[in-house]
């Protein structure tokens, strides 16, 4: 028997549809952000905060080595970003075991500010996916793992995006 992907017309993969593609990522990323933007604005922060209040309260007591590595951004420029959340109260650093290491956490300031955020992208990708059916969220995932750089898929486990 033929398996089943021999069978697939590629016409997904021509230019138009990949442009397409390209056209619905930047439209979806617009809105995805907008809210958290205008949230943000209110604080004097930028996406660049946004991005490490997430991973911070995702990985409590991360290293800022790892958060580099995630953000993959310069130690200038997070430097920059940190010492804005830190003097505002967002996020605390304290040094790990090995006393090199420091550890990065958010504040419960910065804690409700990253649930604030959260919640309203949470609410657009809940109304998306629920529109969209599991399968459809199921092969969305697929699709965005691909989009990623090979070292970054191994950051995201798929153990933790079961769908029922």
């Known amino acids: 028997m033929t398996p089943f992907k ?3 017309n590629p016409l997904f993969l021509r230019e ?3 442009r397409q593609a390209m056209e619905l990522l930047f ?3 617009r809105d995805f952000t907008a809210e958290p933007d205008a949230i943000l604005a209110q604080y004097g922060f930028g996406r660049a905060h946004h991005r490490v209040i997430y991973f911070v ?3 409590p007591d991360i290293a800022v080595s790892e958060l580099l590595a995630i953000l993959k951004i310069t130690k200038q420029s997070l430097s920059r970003v940190l010492s804005h959340l830190m003097r505002d109260d967002f996020v605390v650093q304290k040094r790990g075991k090995d006393r090199r290491r420091r550890l990065l956490s958010l504040t419960p300031k910065g804690a409700d500010l990253e649930r604030l955020l959260t919640e309203r992208q949470s609410e657009r990708i809940a109304r ?3 529109e969209a059916g599991a399968e459809a969220v199921a092969g969305f995932r697929t699709v965005l793992r691909g989009i990623i750089n090979e070292e970054d898929r191994r950051r995201v486990d798929d153990s933790d995006f079961e769908i029922d």
């Open 6 to 8: 021999s069978r697939i």
């Open 16 to 18: 138009e549809e990949l």
């Open 27 to 29: 439209y979806a990323y």
């Open 57 to 59: 309260g995702r990985n």
């Open 128 to 130: 998306a996916y629920r």
